[in-house]
């Protein structure tokens, strides 16, 4: 499929001077093996430094400033708050593993659809999940070649697609499979991808409009932190929009309803007794700064989820309870869009 490079630079937040370096960013070296020409490989060699700048201009910003005293000006680190984040102790290597196992390098690639406008040859020897996350690299990289290496640009761009902020924030961002849904539900009619773009919104925030092309382009809005939030908020206004008209469906919740945060469990044996999902499992432990104050974490896991969801609670039928609620708020969409 031809990129349609207009709705990646909405999605991406950044408009090209010259839109085939753009183009050039979706093209696999497995395609210029076969017929010629330019490939992403410059690009993404780039990007993938590119981004590490990105992470640590991102931390340094967030967790110390510049000050100044005697004429000089010294930065600073703070140190107490750098203690509270996932990084104290790590090496920027381990940093940009663990952003990758998590997800977050191809998460935005992907709940934008942009992976399907890749040109490629065959044989294609990357994984999915690999190609992805080099598409990243090659679109940073393209971005700084077309900006004249414009850092504070192409920093932003990352933040667009990776959302470094959430990843050292620790925040869930449950609010990706709204994205996804409208994104499946759009290739699956065969027709155009809903188009992101961003705007200043209120306090400080970041603004998002969502246009779904293939239904006389209705629009959506949302707003966030920053824009990665905003998106999300603008694609959950857009699936309870199209759930309520009955253009997308969800099984889970046409069968048991809004999630009952006082009796989830009687949902679950529900789903599990039409054979909708296998039986969950819970298992208990005590939390790790446990003082004595009988408190209980719960973990749920079930077969064909990927993820585990752990809360704490007072005891364990209340930790059961809290647990069972977040696993069906996930099932039924039924989340905030920045939990």
């Not at 000006?73 to 750098?82: A, H, P, W």
């Not at 998106?231 to 969800?250: C, D, H, K, P, V």
């Amino acid at each position: 499929m031809e990129p349609d490079l207009d709705m990646i630079q909405k999605c991406i937040g950044y408009v090209f001077r010259d839109q085939g370096l753009l183009r050039q960013a979706f093209i696999r070296p497995s395609y210029t093996a076969e017929r010629g020409g330019p490939d992403c490989f410059v690009f993404r060699t780039a990007g993938e430094k590119i981004l590490d700048l990105a992470v640590i201009g991102f931390l340094a910003s967030t967790f110390g400033d510049l000050r100044g005293s005697g004429g000089e000006t010294y930065y600073i680190l703070k140190r107490g708050e750098y203690r509270e984040s996932k990084f104290c102790g790590g090496d920027l290597q381990a940093i940009r593993q663990k952003i990758s196992a998590e997800g977050y390098l191809t998460r935005g690639i992907s709940s934008l659809g942009l992976d399907v406008y890749l040109i490629s040859g065959t044989p294609e020897s990357a994984t999915p999940d690999r190609m992805k996350e080099e598409l990243l690299y090659a679109i940073l990289g393209a971005v700084a070649f077309d900006s004249g290496w414009d850092m504070p640009e192409v920093f932003h761009v990352a933040n667009v697609l990776a959302d470094i902020e959430s990843f050292v924030f620790h925040k869930r961002v449950d609010g990706e499979k709204y994205l996804e849904a409208l994104r499946d539900r759009a290739l699956g009619n065969g027709g155009k991808l809903p188009v992101y773009s961003y705007t200043g919104g209120p306090d400080g925030e970041r603004a998002c409009e969502l246009t779904i092309p293939s239904d006389g382009e209705p629009v959506f809005r949302g707003t966030g932190r920053n824009e990665a939030s905003a998106r999300r908020a603008a694609a959950r206004e857009a699936y309870f929009a199209l759930l309520q008209s009955g253009e997308i469906r969800n099984a889970f919740r046409e069968a048991v309803g809004t999630p009952d945060s006082e009796d989830p469990l009687s949902q679950i044996n529900k789903l599990v007794s039409s054979g909708m999902i296998e039986k969950p499992a819970f298992s208990f432990s005590r939390p790790e700064n446990d003082s004595g104050n009988g408190l209980r974490d719960c973990t749920l896991t079930a077969k064909g989820c990927d993820i585990s969801f752990t809360v704490t609670a007072a005891d364990k039928e209340d930790a059961r309870r809290e647990c069972a609620f977040e696993f069906l708020r996930y099932l039924t969409y039924d989340f905030d869009s920045d939990d």
